[in-house]
């Protein structure tokens, strides 16, 4: 499997890639990638436009091989998501994670506040924006990519992860610019009706990135006001850079915490699984 790092930071692909070979163990290596250019951090919409081409080169690169089993988006936003799977013949949402969304469910839900957790004045919800926040791109004639293989985002595959099977959940994150662009992708995978709100953090994403115990802290009580204020009974850590503080988080919190590329390791797993026996997506 290739995990595609959307930020330029070679730090956070080398620690997003051995969570993934935690989660998957030795039956299916991992290999990351970081884009050939951008920000180190994707904090911001005009970040998550920029990062999709960058993404989608980066996976034709990986899968020019036929050495790959699997792509990894391992960016919150799914930057590129659509436009790679048009390239690799057009996984879909039911594919990424083998839990089929709830359809025709639409509506904002609010953006929340408490003591320590800060968030914007006003949530949105789908208007013309893309369900990932971003415009994706074309598929460049160049670069022969590897057909059928399946194309998982952490942002999807966590986001339905923690809503099977009608399970109120809420999302904790570090990204004010972007809660947008979140509320757009629950709205758009049909999740609006169990979405209890998003929790942000307080202080700039780049400062807390750069204090891991701060930003553990900062998490952490963003977490517990999503499952005590919210009423959510699973949390979505929001960022494939916040890893490290999701997996430790399952420890501090009793709430069902569920961190992204784990879950999408996960969803990897069934599709290859069900390719090669065959059997259904949907489960």
């Given amino acids: 499997m290739v995990l595609i790092n959307p930020n330029s930071s070679t730090a956070t692909t080398a620690m997003m890639t051995a969570i993934a070979r935690r989660a998957l163990g030795p039956a299916l290596p991992?290999?990351?990638?970081?884009?050939?250019?951008?920000?180190r951090m994707l904090t911001d919409p005009e970040a998550l436009r920029a990062a999709a081409p960058e993404v989608l080169a980066a996976?034709?690169?990986?899968?020019?091989g036929g050495d790959c089993a699997a792509l990894l988006v391992a960016a919150f936003g799914d930057p590129g998501l659509t436009a790679l799977r048009?390239?690799?013949a057009g996984n879909g949402v039911r594919g990424a994670s083998g839990v089929r969304p709830a359809s025709g469910v639409y509506g904002a839900s609010g953006v929340h506040r408490?003591?320590?957790v800060h968030g914007p004045t006003g949530a949105s919800g789908a208007t013309g924006t893309p369900a990932s926040g971003i415009q994706e791109v074309g598929?460049?004639?160049s670069g022969t990519p590897t057909p059928g293989i399946p194309v998982v985002g952490i942002g999807e595959a966590a986001l339905l992860e923690a809503a099977a099977g009608g399970t109120p959940f809420g999302i904790a994150t570090t990204t004010p610019l972007l809660a947008d662009a979140i509320h757009a992708r629950v709205n758009a995978?049909?999740?609006a009706d169990r979405?209890?709100?998003?929790r942000l953090t307080a202080g700039a994403p780049e400062r807390l990135s750069a204090d891991p115990e701060l930003l553990l802290d900062r998490l952490e009580r963003a977490v517990r006001a999503c499952a005590e204020r919210d009423g959510a009974r699973a949390v979505v850590i929001g960022g494939g850079p916040l890893g490290e503080a999701a997996e430790e988080l399952h420890a501090r919190c009793a709430v069902r915490v569920v961190a992204p590329i784990p879950a999408a390791c996960r969803a990897i797993t069934h599709l290859l699984t069900d390719r090669r026996t065959g059997g259904p997506t949907v489960r």
Avoid: D, E, W
């Avoid at 991992?30 to 920000?39: D, F, H, I, K, N």
């Avoid at 996976?59 to 020019?64: D, H, K, N, Q």
């Avoid at 979405?195 to 998003?198: K, M």
């Fill in 30 to 39: 991992v290999r990351g990638v970081t884009v050939a250019r951008g920000p």
């Fill in 59 to 64: 996976g034709l690169r990986a899968t020019a």
């Fill in 86 to 88: 048009a390239a690799t």
């Fill in 114 to 116: 408490s003591a320590g």
């Fill in 139 to 141: 598929i460049p004639a």
């Fill in 189 to 191: 995978l049909g999740l």
């Fill in 195 to 198: 979405y209890t709100g998003l």
